[in-house]
């Protein structure tokens, strides 16, 4: 059967828009030329169900990969170029002067906006260079009957399940090593409660049945104009940190060694405790990490822990809010029947040239993005100030006073204590028990103490 290009461009400009469509397509086709009396039949002239589908879709499948072919090497060359003018600017430099720095050419492919600057290393508690999110989606499965089929396709997004098991087993073994002593950002019994409050951060916990998904979700990892940048396919019953610390580990590979990041992650609080407690990441990396909670589930977590993970709250993340990863999951949700039942690379095939299609779009509408709300959310925050009519010096000190008085332990009260201390009420509240509450008040009051020691 011979498929003419120009259908293949418009089937291609339609999965774009919409998701795949293969079936549609091949129905629409034989629906089309039947009723114009044309008939496929096969060599003993018995009339064929579906002549198109099967066809059709390798059709498709080659021409994109062909399309795909094309771009890579014309990147290639146009990168060549690119090289050959920054040599020569480099030549032409004054000898001694301090060298520009840039992200690697698949960055600033993706985002121009984020990582075409040269000037980098701003501290990360003034905001950092680069905002990036991180979340999963345990929607996007496939089916263990659906099976697989020869690989045809290397994704473009995806890091590749080596790699991502590798650190699997890197977190595995740091993890059964002594924790390193550190002092902690925010007490541990609050990150504790944020820890048992999210899934997320229970990578035991069982998000889909692996009797019958194989890849049970995906991983994104997406820049602060929403824009995707690489995904990890999720293989395992829960959201471990094996993900989301492959996607940090290649990220960083890919920038300069002075850039400073800050990733917005749903419990950014339990990554960053992981990684200050073992040597999971180089220095080099966690020296220039910063974490975040998306401000979506900010207001989920623990106070003392918002405090400091809070984008709302802390210092230089401007409106940079982690919750662009919905954004894309919502463009994505058209994917989710047809991933189930596709083979396993087909399925990576199909999420791979979304997110290319999707990151092409916005990368067009950067200019729109930028400017979009910037005016008016800095005039609202400015006419704020002015109406409070005090000092913007004072009410720094004064926050700053409060932040270290609640981040504090003495601020802080651990779960059992307070457990114990439901106890003593309620066995003040019965006045027959009164040597139980000799015991219980001589138990609560030396733990008090310890806590307060502590």
Known sequence: MAVSIDLLSFYRALFERSC???????????????????????AQGELIQDPFCRGLGYAVQWYDILQVEVKCQVETVIQQHRDRIAKHQASLQVPNSPSPTQCAPLLVQRCPACFAGILHGRPTDEGGDIHVAMDSNFHHRHRYAAGDCPSFYNPTYFLPKSFVDTIGRHIDKQRKRPAKSHVPLVPDEAVDQCENAYEAADGKKQKAAMDSFDDTGIMALICRHDIPLFFANIDSPGEQQKYSVALLQHFFSLLPPEATVVALYD???????????????????????????????????????????????????????????????????????????????????????????IASEMRIDLGDWIKRGIKEQGSAAQDALDRCEVPIEELQSEWSKQRQSQLSIHAYTPARL????????????????????????????????AAMSA
Request: proline share 1%; net charge positive; with cysteine.
């Open 418 to 449: 307070k457990k114990e201390l439901d106890t003593f009420l309620a066995l003040q509240a019965d006045e027959g028990s009164t040597s139980q509450l000799r015991v219980q008040l001589t138990t609560v009051g030396s733990d008090c103490l």
């Open 267 to 357: 419990v950014g609080c339990v990554l960053a405790r992981t990684l200050s407690k073992y040597d999971i990441l180089s220095v080099s990396i966690t020296s220039r990490l910063r974490f975040a909670t998306t401000a979506m589930h900010a207001y989920g977590h623990e106070w003392a822990c918002q405090l400091v993970y809070n984008p709302r709250i802390c210092v230089g993340l401007g409106l940079s809010d982690g919750k662009g990863t919905e954004h894309l999951w919502s463009r994505l949700v058209r994917l989710i029947g047809v991933e189930r039942t596709s083979s396993r690379q087909r399925r990576l095939w199909l999420i791979d040239r979304q997110a290319a299609a």
């Open 20 to 42: 795949d469509a293969i079936n549609a397509l091949a129905s629409a086709l034989k629906n089309h030329y039947s009723r114009r009396g044309y008939q496929m039949t096969n």
